[in-house]
């Protein structure tokens, strides 16, 4: 059994996993995609990598976390090797090669409460918990994921939550920020100051994010602003947050989306696009990403215009995704709102 370092009390993680069985064993989970692209200076991170030997065309979310672990000196990182990046394999082998302690995780191939309940009970054992006791964890957490759930209402039903707010509160929720308590204090703050806002107007475009998140997601949310839009539907930064629990953590962890196939995805998207009234959708994907493949079925499957944008190491928006994003917004406007599959840029 692989113990983490219970001197640091920390385990860097490369995507949401459950982390109730984390911290039930007494470990704080950190999400390594958030500190990278909250770094103030994520480029050098990039670099680590590079001259460690990463490729030039290796994913830089892949690169940008190694870049942490380095320059952290992380003992222990999680690796989810099935249900994330196909990359994250050979991340883990030169983290090992480079004397980290690592630990794989593998969502099933399908949404199978079975197997879920087996791949849970191997994380318990492997951290030295018990599944009674992630459970436990996960009834604490059950108020502040129901705040989450209210931040994601009063962006799209309330419209007093802005796009990148929904965005960072979601995308934390990973691993709760670092610190569960504090996390859920600041969330019940931001809550009690929106309602105090005026809504946005009404008549402003608005879309669905759909997608990994982005590198430059500040960037994105200001300049839709500043065109009239924006985002009231935040794909997989809202499935962070399990939006859907059911009655077990087995359950929990087979209702989330991201893991499995794109077409269980497509359900929850789809539902929830037509919920909240969308009228176009930005898919992100990343560049040297396997999953960008899947913009082929999203644009066969969804009944709206649709804007694909990629992604590498440029973290602020470029003269040329601006032009873009602008040319995509204006054809929604000029073919007024809830025009169905006008184009698709």
């Known amino acids: 059994m692989i113990r983490p370092d219970r001197n640091t009390k920390t385990i860097g993680i490369t995507t949401t996993i459950p982390s109730e069985v984390l ?89 199978d409460m079975k197997r879920m309940q087996e791949a849970l009970q191997s994380l318990a054992d492997t951290l030295g918990t018990t599944l009674e006791a992630a459970s436990r964890v996960r009834d604490e957490l059950r108020a502040c994921r129901s705040l989450l759930m209210k931040l994601d209402e009063l962006t799209w039903k309330e419209g007093v939550v802005s796009g990148f707010e929904n965005h960072l509160w979601l995308v934390n929720s990973s691993d709760l920020n670092g610190d569960r308590h504090e996390y859920q204090r600041g969330l019940q703050t931001l809550l009690a100051e929106c309602r105090k806002r005026p809504p946005y107007p009404k008549d402003w475009l ?70 909240r009234h969308v009228d176009g959708v930005i898919h992100y994907v990343q560049a040297f990403c396997h999953r960008g493949i899947g913009d082929i079925v999203f644009r066969g499957s969804i009944d709206l215009p649709i804007l694909t944008l990629e992604g590498n190491d440029e973290f602020f928006l470029s003269q040329h995704v601006k032009t873009r994003i602008e040319a995509f917004i204006d054809m929604l406007q000029r073919n007024g709102k809830h025009s169905r599959k006008a184009l698709s840029i």
């Open 23 to 111: 911290l039930a064993a007494g470990y704080q989970p950190v999400d390594l995609n958030n500190v990278f692209i909250a770094d103030s200076n994520p480029e050098r991170l990039i670099n680590i990598a590079e001259r460690d030997g990463f490729p030039l065309n290796c994913c830089s979310w892949i690169k940008g976390i190694y870049g942490v672990c380095k320059e952290r000196r992380l003992d222990t990182v999680l690796c989810v090797t099935t249900g994330d990046c196909s990359n994250t394999i050979m991340l883990m082998e030169v983290l090992k090669h480079k004397g980290f302690n690592t630990i794989d995780f593998a969502y099933p191939p399908q949404p």
């Open 206 to 275: 608005r879309l669905a994010y759909i997608g990994v998140p982005p590198v430059y997601a500040q960037d994105l949310h200001k300049f839709l602003e500043g065109n009239s839009a924006r985002v009231v539907f935040n794909e997989i930064q809202r499935q962070f947050a399990m939006p859907d629990p059911g009655n077990s953590l087995a359950e929990q962890y087979t209702r989330y989306t991201y893991p499995y196939s794109i077409h269980h995805r497509l359900r929850d998207i789809t539902g929830e696009m037509e919920k």
